[in-house]
Protein backbone atom coordinates (compact mmCIF):
# COMPACT_ATOMS: atom_id res chain seq x y z
CA UNK A 1 0.00 0.00 0.00
CA UNK A 2 2.58 2.07 0.88
CA UNK A 3 4.37 1.35 -2.85
CA UNK A 4 0.85 2.54 -4.21
CA UNK A 5 0.97 5.78 -2.44
CA UNK A 6 4.46 6.51 -3.39
CA UNK A 7 3.88 6.06 -6.68
CA UNK A 8 0.74 7.93 -7.23
CA UNK A 9 2.30 11.20 -5.29
CA UNK A 10 5.12 10.48 -7.55
CA UNK A 11 2.66 10.81 -10.75
CA UNK A 12 0.91 13.63 -8.99
CA UNK A 13 3.61 15.80 -8.58
CA UNK A 14 4.75 15.10 -11.92
CA UNK A 15 1.62 16.49 -13.06
CA UNK A 16 1.82 19.40 -10.82
CA UNK A 17 5.48 20.26 -11.43
CA UNK A 18 5.89 19.37 -14.97
CA UNK A 19 4.04 20.74 -18.22
CA UNK A 20 3.21 17.75 -20.27
CA UNK A 21 4.63 18.97 -23.39
CA UNK A 22 7.61 19.30 -21.38
CA UNK A 23 7.50 16.09 -19.85
CA UNK A 24 6.63 14.31 -23.61
CA UNK A 25 9.90 15.91 -24.09
CA UNK A 26 11.88 14.01 -21.25
CA UNK A 27 10.06 10.66 -22.20
CA UNK A 28 11.62 11.11 -25.66
CA UNK A 29 15.23 11.84 -24.49
CA UNK A 30 14.61 8.57 -22.29
CA UNK A 31 13.28 6.24 -24.92
CA UNK A 32 15.86 7.35 -27.46
CA UNK A 33 18.55 6.03 -25.14
CA UNK A 34 17.12 2.79 -23.99
CA UNK A 35 16.59 2.15 -27.90
CA UNK A 36 20.27 2.99 -28.43
CA UNK A 37 21.09 0.81 -25.99
CA UNK A 38 19.39 -2.08 -27.04
CA UNK A 39 19.87 -1.74 -30.80
CA UNK A 40 23.66 -1.93 -29.55
CA UNK A 41 23.01 -4.62 -27.52
CA UNK A 42 21.47 -6.62 -29.90
CA UNK A 43 24.14 -6.11 -32.37
CA UNK A 44 26.60 -7.09 -30.07
CA UNK A 45 25.18 -10.39 -29.49
CA UNK A 46 24.88 -11.10 -33.10
CA UNK A 47 28.15 -10.31 -33.52
CA UNK A 48 29.16 -12.42 -30.25
CA UNK A 49 27.37 -15.66 -31.95
CA UNK A 50 28.51 -15.07 -35.09
CA UNK A 51 32.24 -14.65 -33.86
CA UNK A 52 31.62 -18.25 -31.93
CA UNK A 53 30.18 -19.73 -35.01
CA UNK A 54 33.28 -19.05 -37.00
CA UNK A 55 35.72 -19.81 -34.23
CA UNK A 56 34.06 -23.13 -34.11
CA UNK A 57 34.64 -23.75 -37.95
CA UNK A 58 38.27 -22.38 -37.42
CA UNK A 59 38.94 -24.67 -35.20
CA UNK A 60 39.10 -27.18 -38.18
CA UNK A 61 35.20 -27.98 -39.00
CA UNK A 62 34.03 -28.18 -42.41
CA UNK A 63 32.94 -24.86 -43.97
CA UNK A 64 29.90 -27.28 -44.08
CA UNK A 65 28.88 -26.90 -40.69
CA UNK A 66 27.83 -23.34 -41.36
CA UNK A 67 23.99 -25.41 -42.49
CA UNK A 68 23.55 -26.78 -39.08
CA UNK A 69 23.51 -23.49 -36.95
CA UNK A 70 20.99 -21.78 -38.24
CA UNK A 71 19.04 -25.11 -37.75
CA UNK A 72 20.16 -24.67 -33.98
CA UNK A 73 19.32 -21.10 -33.96
CA UNK A 74 16.06 -21.61 -35.01
CA UNK A 75 15.63 -24.60 -32.58
CA UNK A 76 16.66 -22.57 -29.37
CA UNK A 77 14.34 -19.32 -30.67
CA UNK A 78 11.53 -21.30 -30.77
CA UNK A 79 11.93 -23.35 -27.44
CA UNK A 80 12.54 -19.89 -25.91
CA UNK A 81 9.25 -18.30 -27.77
CA UNK A 82 7.03 -21.17 -26.83
CA UNK A 83 8.09 -22.43 -23.40
CA UNK A 84 9.51 -19.40 -21.75
CA UNK A 85 7.81 -16.74 -23.74
CA UNK A 86 4.50 -18.62 -24.40
CA UNK A 87 3.23 -15.67 -26.65
CA UNK A 88 3.43 -14.81 -30.71
CA UNK A 89 6.49 -12.12 -30.57
CA UNK A 90 7.13 -12.67 -34.65
CA UNK A 91 6.29 -9.72 -36.95
CA UNK A 92 7.35 -6.83 -35.26
CA UNK A 93 6.04 -4.11 -36.99
CA UNK A 94 2.61 -5.54 -37.35
CA UNK A 95 2.39 -6.14 -33.66
CA UNK A 96 2.82 -2.52 -33.21
CA UNK A 97 0.24 -1.65 -35.80
CA UNK A 98 -2.03 -3.57 -33.92
CA UNK A 99 -1.36 -2.19 -31.25
CA UNK A 100 -1.82 1.02 -32.44
CA UNK A 101 -5.49 0.09 -33.67
CA UNK A 102 -6.48 -2.39 -31.17
CA UNK A 103 -5.30 -1.94 -28.24
CA UNK A 104 -5.21 1.81 -27.54
CA UNK A 105 -1.16 2.09 -27.96
CA UNK A 106 -0.42 -0.55 -25.14
CA UNK A 107 2.41 -3.28 -26.23
CA UNK A 108 2.96 -6.15 -23.99
CA UNK A 109 5.88 -5.48 -21.28
CA UNK A 110 7.70 -8.98 -22.21
CA UNK A 111 8.21 -7.00 -26.16
CA UNK A 112 10.78 -4.50 -24.27
CA UNK A 113 13.29 -8.00 -24.15
CA UNK A 114 12.04 -11.15 -25.76
CA UNK A 115 12.17 -10.05 -29.39
CA UNK A 116 15.70 -9.03 -28.63
CA UNK A 117 16.75 -12.51 -27.28
CA UNK A 118 15.14 -14.41 -29.69
CA UNK A 119 16.30 -12.57 -32.79
CA UNK A 120 19.92 -12.60 -31.59
CA UNK A 121 19.68 -16.13 -31.08
CA UNK A 122 18.14 -16.64 -34.88
CA UNK A 123 20.15 -14.06 -36.38
CA UNK A 124 23.69 -14.57 -34.85
CA UNK A 125 23.32 -18.09 -35.99
CA UNK A 126 22.51 -17.95 -39.18
CA UNK A 127 18.52 -17.25 -39.50
CA UNK A 128 18.53 -15.64 -42.76
CA UNK A 129 16.66 -12.66 -41.42
CA UNK A 130 16.89 -9.00 -40.44
CA UNK A 131 16.92 -7.54 -36.91
CA UNK A 132 15.47 -4.16 -37.86
CA UNK A 133 11.85 -5.16 -36.94
CA UNK A 134 12.40 -6.71 -33.69
CA UNK A 135 14.79 -4.15 -32.24
CA UNK A 136 11.84 -2.07 -33.44
CA UNK A 137 9.25 -3.76 -31.71
CA UNK A 138 11.52 -3.31 -28.38
CA UNK A 139 11.53 0.57 -28.44
CA UNK A 140 7.90 0.95 -29.51
CA UNK A 141 7.47 -1.25 -26.49
CA UNK A 142 9.73 0.52 -24.27
CA UNK A 143 7.91 3.95 -25.43
CA UNK A 144 4.67 2.22 -24.69
CA UNK A 145 5.21 0.66 -21.28
CA UNK A 146 7.02 4.20 -20.35
CA UNK A 147 4.00 6.57 -20.96
CA UNK A 148 1.83 4.00 -19.32
CA UNK A 149 4.02 3.89 -16.42
CA UNK A 150 3.15 7.59 -16.11
CA UNK A 151 -0.39 7.45 -16.70
CA UNK A 152 0.36 9.33 -20.15
CA UNK A 153 -2.88 9.59 -22.01
CA UNK A 154 -3.68 7.52 -25.20
CA UNK A 155 -2.19 10.24 -27.90
CA UNK A 156 0.55 10.28 -25.72
CA UNK A 157 1.47 6.98 -25.99
CA UNK A 158 0.89 6.88 -29.77
CA UNK A 159 4.11 9.62 -29.60
CA UNK A 160 5.98 7.20 -27.57
CA UNK A 161 5.02 4.27 -29.73
CA UNK A 162 6.40 6.53 -32.70
CA UNK A 163 9.55 7.76 -30.47
CA UNK A 164 10.40 3.88 -29.82
CA UNK A 165 10.58 3.24 -33.22
CA UNK A 166 12.28 6.10 -34.23
CA UNK A 167 14.87 5.84 -31.95
CA UNK A 168 15.52 1.86 -32.98
CA UNK A 169 15.99 2.73 -36.23
CA UNK A 170 18.54 5.68 -35.94
CA UNK A 171 20.38 3.51 -33.32
CA UNK A 172 21.03 0.46 -35.04
CA UNK A 173 21.57 2.43 -38.71
CA UNK A 174 23.06 5.83 -37.63
CA UNK A 175 20.14 7.66 -39.36
CA UNK A 176 18.19 9.79 -37.56
CA UNK A 177 16.48 11.11 -40.36
CA UNK A 178 15.12 7.68 -41.83
CA UNK A 179 14.35 7.02 -38.10
CA UNK A 180 11.56 9.69 -37.67
CA UNK A 181 10.55 9.57 -41.79
CA UNK A 182 9.68 5.53 -40.80
CA UNK A 183 8.26 6.67 -37.94
CA UNK A 184 5.74 8.22 -39.77
CA UNK A 185 5.64 6.70 -43.25
CA UNK A 186 5.28 3.07 -41.41
CA UNK A 187 3.64 2.92 -38.96
CA UNK A 188 1.16 5.49 -39.91
CA UNK A 189 1.37 8.22 -37.06
CA UNK A 190 0.12 11.62 -37.70
CA UNK A 191 2.79 13.99 -38.56
CA UNK A 192 2.28 17.52 -36.38
CA UNK A 193 4.29 19.60 -34.97
CA UNK A 194 2.96 18.10 -31.54
CA UNK A 195 3.88 14.32 -32.41
CA UNK A 196 7.21 15.26 -34.86
CA UNK A 197 9.52 16.79 -32.29
CA UNK A 198 9.39 14.47 -29.50
CA UNK A 199 10.28 11.52 -32.21
CA UNK A 200 12.89 13.87 -33.54
CA UNK A 201 14.42 13.94 -30.09
CA UNK A 202 14.43 10.08 -29.81
CA UNK A 203 16.07 9.94 -33.20
CA UNK A 204 18.48 12.33 -32.64
CA UNK A 205 19.42 10.83 -28.92
CA UNK A 206 19.62 7.71 -30.24
CA UNK A 207 22.27 8.54 -33.06
CA UNK A 208 24.46 10.46 -30.85
CA UNK A 209 24.82 7.68 -28.21
CA UNK A 210 25.43 4.91 -31.08
CA UNK A 211 28.30 7.69 -32.66
CA UNK A 212 29.79 7.81 -29.50
CA UNK A 213 29.85 4.40 -28.55
CA UNK A 214 31.03 2.78 -32.22
CA UNK A 215 32.26 5.67 -33.81
CA UNK A 216 30.83 7.98 -36.57
CA UNK A 217 31.50 6.01 -39.64
CA UNK A 218 28.79 5.32 -42.53
CA UNK A 219 27.01 1.66 -42.04
CA UNK A 220 28.81 0.34 -45.17
CA UNK A 221 31.52 2.20 -46.70
CA UNK A 222 31.10 2.72 -50.16
CA UNK A 223 32.90 4.36 -52.81
CA UNK A 224 31.01 6.59 -55.70
CA UNK A 225 32.29 5.64 -58.92
CA UNK A 226 31.20 8.93 -60.48
CA UNK A 227 28.22 11.38 -60.28
CA UNK A 228 24.69 11.15 -61.88
CA UNK A 229 23.93 11.31 -65.31
CA UNK A 230 20.92 12.43 -66.68
CA UNK A 231 21.43 10.52 -69.69
CA UNK A 232 20.63 7.40 -67.32
CA UNK A 233 17.59 8.54 -65.58
CA UNK A 234 15.22 5.92 -67.92
CA UNK A 235 18.00 2.93 -66.97
CA UNK A 236 17.36 4.19 -63.45
CA UNK A 237 13.31 3.71 -64.23
CA UNK A 238 13.50 1.09 -65.32
CA UNK A 239 15.28 0.01 -62.04
CA UNK A 240 12.64 1.17 -60.37
CA UNK A 241 10.25 -0.75 -62.02
CA UNK A 242 12.37 -4.17 -61.16
CA UNK A 243 12.44 -3.41 -58.10
CA UNK A 244 8.66 -3.02 -57.70
CA UNK A 245 8.28 -6.00 -59.50
CA UNK A 246 11.03 -7.82 -56.76
CA UNK A 247 9.21 -5.93 -54.12
CA UNK A 248 5.67 -7.38 -55.02
CA UNK A 249 7.58 -11.20 -54.96
CA UNK A 250 9.02 -10.49 -51.40
CA UNK A 251 5.14 -9.60 -50.20
CA UNK A 252 3.65 -12.43 -51.79
CA UNK A 253 6.42 -14.94 -51.78
CA UNK A 254 6.72 -14.51 -47.99
CA UNK A 255 3.02 -14.45 -47.21
CA UNK A 256 2.54 -17.79 -49.39
CA UNK A 257 5.37 -19.68 -48.20
CA UNK A 258 4.89 -18.75 -43.90
CA UNK A 259 1.18 -19.50 -44.78
CA UNK A 260 2.39 -23.43 -45.49
CA UNK A 261 4.27 -23.04 -42.71
CA UNK A 262 1.49 -22.54 -40.72
CA UNK A 263 -0.60 -25.37 -42.26
CA UNK A 264 1.60 -27.59 -40.65
CA UNK A 265 -0.14 -28.08 -36.81
CA UNK A 266 3.17 -29.87 -35.25
CA UNK A 267 5.48 -27.41 -34.33
CA UNK A 268 8.11 -29.91 -34.72
CA UNK A 269 7.41 -30.69 -38.01
CA UNK A 270 7.42 -26.90 -39.14
CA UNK A 271 11.11 -26.28 -37.32
CA UNK A 272 12.68 -29.47 -38.80
CA UNK A 273 11.09 -28.56 -42.42
CA UNK A 274 12.03 -24.76 -41.63
CA UNK A 275 15.90 -25.89 -40.70
CA UNK A 276 16.06 -28.45 -43.97
CA UNK A 277 14.86 -26.27 -46.67
CA UNK A 278 16.88 -23.61 -45.06
CA UNK A 279 20.03 -25.42 -44.76
CA UNK A 280 19.60 -26.69 -47.67
CA UNK A 281 19.55 -22.95 -49.63
CA UNK A 282 22.67 -22.15 -47.69
CA UNK A 283 24.62 -25.24 -48.64
CA UNK A 284 24.02 -24.39 -52.21
CA UNK A 285 23.96 -20.45 -51.79
CA UNK A 286 26.60 -19.64 -48.87
CA UNK A 287 25.06 -15.54 -48.63
CA UNK A 288 21.71 -16.68 -47.71
CA UNK A 289 23.47 -17.25 -44.15
CA UNK A 290 23.00 -14.63 -42.08
CA UNK A 291 21.52 -11.09 -42.45
CA UNK A 292 24.18 -10.99 -45.91
CA UNK A 293 25.29 -7.29 -44.97
CA UNK A 294 28.67 -8.73 -45.83
CA UNK A 295 27.59 -9.27 -49.33
CA UNK A 296 25.43 -5.98 -49.23
CA UNK A 297 28.97 -4.26 -49.13
CA UNK A 298 30.59 -6.31 -51.66
CA UNK A 299 28.09 -5.20 -54.43
CA UNK A 300 27.88 -1.46 -53.74
CA UNK A 301 31.61 -1.51 -53.69
CA UNK A 302 31.82 -3.56 -57.28
CA UNK A 303 33.38 -6.79 -55.94
CA UNK A 304 30.71 -9.40 -56.55
CA UNK A 305 33.33 -12.29 -57.07
CA UNK A 306 34.26 -12.41 -53.09
CA UNK A 307 30.28 -13.16 -53.00
CA UNK A 308 30.86 -16.44 -54.44
CA UNK A 309 33.47 -17.63 -52.22
CA UNK A 310 32.95 -21.34 -50.40
CA UNK A 311 29.98 -22.11 -53.28
CA UNK A 312 30.09 -23.91 -55.85
CA UNK A 313 30.25 -21.11 -58.13
CA UNK A 314 33.73 -20.38 -57.06
CA UNK A 315 35.45 -21.87 -59.43
CA UNK A 316 33.61 -20.30 -62.41
CA UNK A 317 32.70 -16.97 -60.91
CA UNK A 318 35.15 -15.39 -63.75
CA UNK A 319 32.14 -16.15 -65.93
CA UNK A 320 29.79 -13.65 -66.27
CA UNK A 321 26.92 -15.79 -66.88
CA UNK A 322 28.19 -18.11 -64.45
CA UNK A 323 27.75 -15.05 -61.86
CA UNK A 324 24.89 -13.78 -63.44
CA UNK A 325 22.97 -16.89 -62.48
CA UNK A 326 24.33 -17.23 -59.31
CA UNK A 327 22.85 -13.62 -58.69
CA UNK A 328 19.84 -14.59 -60.28
CA UNK A 329 19.59 -17.92 -58.00
CA UNK A 330 20.09 -15.64 -54.82
CA UNK A 331 17.78 -13.20 -55.62
CA UNK A 332 15.05 -16.06 -56.02
CA UNK A 333 15.96 -18.25 -52.86
CA UNK A 334 16.11 -15.17 -50.70
CA UNK A 335 12.37 -14.71 -49.91
CA UNK A 336 12.72 -18.72 -49.24
CA UNK A 337 14.98 -18.47 -46.95
CA UNK A 338 13.73 -15.80 -44.98
CA UNK A 339 10.11 -17.17 -44.46
CA UNK A 340 11.22 -20.84 -43.89
CA UNK A 341 13.46 -18.92 -40.77
CA UNK A 342 10.56 -17.43 -39.81
CA UNK A 343 8.06 -20.01 -40.48
CA UNK A 344 9.94 -22.74 -38.28
CA UNK A 345 10.20 -20.74 -35.19
CA UNK A 346 12.75 -18.21 -36.00
CA UNK A 347 12.25 -14.38 -34.99
CA UNK A 348 13.45 -11.67 -37.13
CA UNK A 349 11.86 -9.24 -39.78
CA UNK A 350 12.45 -8.45 -43.33
CA UNK A 351 14.01 -4.93 -43.09
CA UNK A 352 17.93 -6.63 -44.16
CA UNK A 353 15.98 -9.28 -46.95
CA UNK A 354 14.58 -5.75 -48.15
CA UNK A 355 18.11 -4.18 -48.61
CA UNK A 356 19.81 -7.74 -49.39
CA UNK A 357 17.20 -8.43 -52.49
CA UNK A 358 17.90 -4.64 -53.70
CA UNK A 359 21.32 -4.61 -54.17
CA UNK A 360 21.05 -7.77 -55.53
CA UNK A 361 18.47 -6.69 -58.93
CA UNK A 362 20.51 -3.22 -58.84
CA UNK A 363 23.56 -4.88 -59.35
CA UNK A 364 22.67 -7.55 -61.84
CA UNK A 365 20.51 -5.53 -63.75
CA UNK A 366 23.80 -2.88 -64.40
CA UNK A 367 25.59 -5.74 -65.24
CA UNK A 368 23.37 -7.12 -67.79
CA UNK A 369 23.18 -3.58 -69.39
CA UNK A 370 26.77 -3.28 -69.23
CA UNK A 371 27.47 -6.42 -71.11
CA UNK A 372 25.20 -6.41 -73.49
CA UNK A 373 26.25 -2.55 -74.91
CA UNK A 374 22.71 -1.07 -74.13
CA UNK A 375 24.40 1.50 -71.45
CA UNK A 376 27.73 2.06 -69.31
CA UNK A 377 26.57 2.71 -65.92
CA UNK A 378 28.23 1.57 -62.54
CA UNK A 379 26.60 -1.42 -61.22
CA UNK A 380 27.56 -0.42 -57.38
CA UNK A 381 25.86 2.57 -57.89
CA UNK A 382 22.63 0.47 -59.08
CA UNK A 383 23.35 -2.03 -56.03
CA UNK A 384 22.64 1.11 -53.88
CA UNK A 385 19.92 2.73 -56.06
CA UNK A 386 18.44 -1.03 -55.61
CA UNK A 387 18.18 -1.72 -51.62
CA UNK A 388 15.96 2.19 -51.97
CA UNK A 389 14.11 0.62 -54.40
CA UNK A 390 13.06 -2.68 -53.03
CA UNK A 391 12.73 -1.39 -49.28
CA UNK A 392 10.25 1.80 -50.67
CA UNK A 393 8.05 -1.04 -52.38
CA UNK A 394 7.98 -3.86 -49.67
CA UNK A 395 7.17 -1.25 -47.19
CA UNK A 396 5.40 1.31 -49.29
CA UNK A 397 7.77 3.90 -47.86
CA UNK A 398 9.60 5.87 -50.36
CA UNK A 399 10.64 8.63 -48.35
CA UNK A 400 12.13 5.78 -46.11
CA UNK A 401 13.94 4.32 -49.03
CA UNK A 402 15.09 7.35 -49.59
CA UNK A 403 16.89 8.62 -46.63
CA UNK A 404 18.19 5.43 -45.20
CA UNK A 405 20.11 4.64 -47.96
CA UNK A 406 21.56 7.84 -48.32
CA UNK A 407 22.43 7.37 -44.37
CA UNK A 408 23.23 3.93 -44.19
CA UNK A 409 26.25 4.76 -46.80
CA UNK A 410 26.87 8.42 -46.96
CA UNK A 411 25.98 8.27 -50.34
CA UNK A 412 23.69 11.67 -49.90
CA UNK A 413 25.12 13.11 -53.70
CA UNK A 414 22.85 10.36 -55.20
CA UNK A 415 19.39 12.22 -53.81
CA UNK A 416 17.92 12.64 -57.29
CA UNK A 417 18.42 8.73 -58.28
CA UNK A 418 17.52 7.38 -55.39
CA UNK A 419 14.46 9.62 -55.54
CA UNK A 420 13.44 8.06 -59.04
CA UNK A 421 13.99 4.42 -58.12
CA UNK A 422 11.96 4.81 -54.90
CA UNK A 423 8.84 6.45 -56.44
CA UNK A 424 8.75 4.34 -59.17
CA UNK A 425 9.07 1.35 -57.17
CA UNK A 426 6.32 2.75 -55.04
CA UNK A 427 4.28 3.04 -57.51
CA UNK A 428 4.64 -0.35 -59.44
CA UNK A 429 3.94 -2.16 -56.64
CA UNK A 430 0.74 -0.41 -56.14
CA UNK A 431 -0.64 -1.08 -58.99
CA UNK A 432 -0.84 -4.57 -57.35
CA UNK A 433 -0.41 -4.22 -53.62
CA UNK A 434 -2.28 -1.73 -51.93
CA UNK A 435 -0.56 -2.58 -48.52
CA UNK A 436 2.89 -2.98 -47.22
CA UNK A 437 4.09 -6.44 -45.70
CA UNK A 438 3.24 -4.79 -42.55
CA UNK A 439 0.22 -3.76 -43.06
CA UNK A 440 -1.43 -6.44 -45.55
CA UNK A 441 -2.37 -8.95 -42.57
CA UNK A 442 -4.71 -6.19 -40.60
CA UNK A 443 -6.16 -4.44 -43.90
CA UNK A 444 -7.23 -7.97 -44.59
CA UNK A 445 -8.82 -8.01 -40.66
CA UNK A 446 -10.25 -4.27 -41.23
CA UNK A 447 -7.68 -3.61 -38.37
CA UNK A 448 -5.51 -1.39 -40.12
CA UNK A 449 -5.20 2.39 -38.80
CA UNK A 450 -4.66 4.91 -41.37
CA UNK A 451 -3.93 8.57 -42.21
CA UNK A 452 -7.94 8.90 -43.35
CA UNK A 453 -9.28 10.29 -40.44
CA UNK A 454 -12.46 8.98 -40.75
CA UNK A 455 -11.46 5.49 -40.99
CA UNK A 456 -9.05 5.92 -38.25
CA UNK A 457 -12.07 6.77 -36.18
CA UNK A 458 -14.35 3.50 -37.37
CA UNK A 459 -11.04 1.23 -37.15
CA UNK A 460 -10.47 1.99 -33.17
CA UNK A 461 -14.08 2.35 -32.38
CA UNK A 462 -15.20 -1.06 -30.94
CA UNK A 463 -19.14 -2.05 -31.35
CA UNK A 464 -19.36 -3.50 -28.05
CA UNK A 465 -18.44 -0.02 -26.39
CA UNK A 466 -20.76 1.70 -28.28
CA UNK A 467 -23.74 -0.21 -28.40
CA UNK A 468 -26.77 0.56 -26.02
CA UNK A 469 -28.57 -2.43 -23.98
CA UNK A 470 -30.50 -0.75 -21.31
CA UNK A 471 -33.48 -0.50 -23.14
CA UNK A 472 -37.26 -2.15 -21.64
CA UNK A 473 -38.37 -4.87 -24.38
CA UNK A 474 -41.92 -5.89 -24.85
CA UNK A 475 -43.81 -8.49 -26.11
CA UNK A 476 -45.30 -8.39 -29.77
CA UNK A 477 -48.95 -9.42 -28.03
CA UNK A 478 -48.59 -6.92 -25.48
CA UNK A 479 -51.64 -4.59 -25.45
CA UNK A 480 -51.68 -0.61 -25.72
CA UNK A 481 -52.61 -0.69 -21.79
CA UNK A 482 -49.68 -2.78 -20.92
CA UNK A 483 -46.93 -0.75 -23.03
CA UNK A 484 -48.01 2.47 -21.26
CA UNK A 485 -47.34 0.91 -18.09
CA UNK A 486 -43.82 0.33 -19.10
CA UNK A 487 -43.06 3.53 -20.67
CA UNK A 488 -44.10 4.94 -17.38
CA UNK A 489 -41.31 3.08 -15.21
CA UNK A 490 -38.68 3.66 -18.71
CA UNK A 491 -36.58 6.46 -19.28
CA UNK A 492 -36.60 5.83 -23.05
CA UNK A 493 -38.18 6.57 -25.87
CA UNK A 494 -37.70 3.95 -28.15
CA UNK A 495 -38.72 0.02 -27.27
CA UNK A 496 -37.68 -2.77 -28.75
CA UNK A 497 -40.23 -5.80 -30.01
CA UNK A 498 -39.31 -9.39 -28.97
CA UNK A 499 -41.09 -12.60 -29.45
CA UNK A 500 -40.82 -15.32 -27.05
CA UNK A 501 -37.61 -16.52 -27.90
CA UNK A 502 -36.29 -13.30 -27.27
CA UNK A 503 -36.02 -12.64 -31.34
CA UNK A 504 -36.00 -9.28 -32.07
CA UNK A 505 -38.93 -7.99 -34.08
CA UNK A 506 -39.10 -4.54 -34.46
CA UNK A 507 -39.34 -0.89 -32.52
CA UNK A 508 -41.97 1.27 -30.97
CA UNK A 509 -41.26 5.21 -30.67
CA UNK A 510 -42.81 7.34 -28.17
CA UNK A 511 -43.28 10.17 -30.29
CA UNK A 512 -45.39 7.16 -32.67
CA UNK A 513 -48.06 6.56 -29.91
CA UNK A 514 -47.90 9.74 -28.06
CA UNK A 515 -51.58 10.78 -29.77
CA UNK A 516 -53.17 7.99 -28.41
CA UNK A 517 -51.32 6.06 -25.50
CA UNK A 518 -53.58 8.49 -23.23
CA UNK A 519 -56.91 7.28 -24.62
CA UNK A 520 -57.74 4.90 -21.95
CA UNK A 521 -60.90 2.79 -24.52
CA UNK A 522 -58.07 1.95 -27.25
CA UNK A 523 -55.91 0.02 -24.26
CA UNK A 524 -57.22 -3.21 -25.28
CA UNK A 525 -58.02 -3.07 -29.08
CA UNK A 526 -54.52 -2.19 -30.26
CA UNK A 527 -51.57 -5.10 -29.88
CA UNK A 528 -48.04 -3.85 -29.62
CA UNK A 529 -47.41 -5.41 -33.85
CA UNK A 530 -49.73 -2.85 -34.55
CA UNK A 531 -47.52 -0.39 -33.60
CA UNK A 532 -44.26 -1.40 -34.07
CA UNK A 533 -42.08 -0.53 -36.81
CA UNK A 534 -40.65 -3.75 -38.04
Known sequence: MKEKDWYLKMIKWRETHIKESTFILMLAFVVGLLTSITALLLKSLIHLLHQMVEAFVSAGHSHYIYIVFPAIGIFLAAMFVRFIVRDDIGHGITKILYAISRRQGRIKTHNTYTSLIASSITIGMGGSVGAEAPIVLTGAAIGSNLGSFFKMNHKTLMILIGCGAAGAIAGIFKAPIAGLVFAIEVLMLDFTAASMMPMLVSAVT?????????GTEASFSFLSEGAFRLENVHWVLLLG???????????????????????????????????????????????LYGEGYDAIESLINNNPQSIAHNSFFEAYSHRFWVLMLYFLLIIFFKVFASAMTNGAGGVGGVFAPSLFMGAF?????????????????????????????????????????IFLIAELTGGYSFFLPLMIVAVASFLTIILFEKHSIYSMRLAQKGQLLTHHKDKAVLTLMRVENVIETDFDTVDQDMTLG???????????????VVDKDGIFLGLVYLDDIRNIMFRQELYQRFKVRRLMIS
Not at 208 to 213: A, D, F, N, P, R
Not at 242 to 270: D, Q, T
Not at 482 to 496: C, E, G, Q, T
Open 206 to 214: ATVLTYLIS
Open 241 to 287: VCCGFASLYIIRGMNIIEGWCKKIESPWWRMLLGATVLGALIFVLPP
Open 361 to 401: VGYTVASLLNHFGIADVSAGNFALMGMAGVMSGVMHAPLTG
Open 482 to 496: DLVKVISKAHRNVFP
